[in-house]
């Protein structure tokens, strides 16, 4: 697969060359993905199943100048599908892959998410019998297929150009995400919120095919993933908390959520203990926080004595295990428990922010 994957790429340059026919559309649609073009482009031709590798191709020509757009959807081996990590594999030995024939100086190189769809982007320039041209290449991965987006052009100026981007953030794909996790199965109480959660950039894997469900979530990894659903906002300068140094990866993060009273130290001590596990009812104390930051209704409330341990909810939580029952934002245990004082897993949190997400709105 992987083989015929690279193959693909090395006859891109020379189909984007040849094809020149002109018929008129603003926008295509197929059974694998929604695309919105300018006026100016016209497709020129479309297939299914055109050759032994492609589920799909499409080529789309604009009119007012030397740009090809190529879209190609492969199907994702059953046993061993495609990563990230593999993609970037290939963008490292694109001159390999082009040949001796073309030379090629990369221009960008960078992970993309278009869409909740994550992939690679790849940009370079190269000569081809005297002609200089310049290839921008996304690869996204779905949960069946890759899918591969290809602008060819001789004007530099169309890379990065303002229609360029409508182009590709126009993309759809008509295919679940692909959610990399070894660890994560479909039939896990927890699937759909990982696959929320990690398609909205909120909560990432420990790397390409480990998410770590059952392991505890800390402090501060809770504190960063509300961080993202903010957008990461840059937020230099040092912490209030003494243990919080400002050389670490969720040292931003931490003096965002302080500086907007989203989180605070432990009573009395200006010690935010990162690396502590966090429990549930601080879970829901934080995105309590959160809401009234985003001003968010946080006055709704719910009676917590169908649940078997309403009492070991802590006085300072209370009111938060309140309004996030009655929002939604935790519904309990199947043994009727809360279990406010037990360390929240990442499967958990996940469940939360998901909750959250769709029920108090980001």
């Avoid at 043994?335 to 998901?354: F, K, S």
């Amino acid at each position: 697969m992987r083989k015929k994957f690279v193959m693909i790429l090395i006859v891109l340059l020379i189909t984007v060359m040849v094809l020149d026919l002109k018929i008129f559309a603003k926008s295509y649609s197929s059974t694998y993905f929604n695309i919105t073009i300018p006026d100016s482009y016209s497709k020129a031709s479309t297939s299914n199943d055109s050759n032994q590798y492609s589920e799909d191709y499409t080529n789309l020509k604009w009119n007012g100048g030397y740009v090809n757009i190529d879209i190609y959807v492969l199907k994702q081996p059953a046993e061993n599908p495609f990563t990230t990590s593999d993609i970037n594999n290939d963008a490292n030995n694109i001159q390999k892959t082009l040949g001796s024939s073309v030379a090629c100086s990369i221009l960008h190189k960078d992970l993309v998410n278009i869409n909740g769809h994550k992939g690679k982007r790849l940009t370079y320039s190269g000569t081809f019998d005297k002609t200089t041209f310049y290839e921008d290449e996304y690869t996204l991965l779905s949960q069946k297929y890759i899918y591969c987006i290809n602008f060819t052009t001789d004007k530099k100026e169309f890379i990065d150009s303002t229609e360029q981007k409508s182009i590709i953030s126009s993309f759809k794909i008509l295919d679940s995400v692909f959610l990399p996790f070894k660890d994560v199965k479909s039939s896990s109480w927890y699937y759909n919120a990982v696959l929320y959660t990690y398609s909205n950039g909120i909560i990432a894997g420990y790397n390409d095919t480990t998410f770590a469900p059952n392991d505890k979530l800390t402090r501060a990894m809770l504190v960063t993933i509300i961080y993202r659903m903010e957008g990461s906002q840059n937020n230099d300068g040092k912490s209030k908390f003494s243990d919080v140094p400002s050389n670490e990866w969720y040292s931003k993060a931490i003096k965002w959520a302080s500086n907007c009273n989203i989180i605070h130290g432990y009573d009395r001590t200006t010690r935010f203990g990162p690396n502590d596990n966090i429990t549930r009812e601080d879970v829901v104390v934080i995105l309590k926080n959160y809401a009234s930051f985003k001003k968010k209704n946080v006055n709704q409330t719910a009676s917590l004595s169908k649940f078997s341990d309403y009492n070991k909810v802590d006085n300072y939580a209370n009111s938060a295990m309140q309004w996030a029952v009655k929002t939604g934002v935790i519904t309990g245990n199947d043994n009727g428990t809360l279990d406010p004082r037990g360390n929240a897993t990442r499967a958990e949190a996940a469940a939360m922010i998901q909750k959250y997400c769709n029920k108090v709105g980001r």
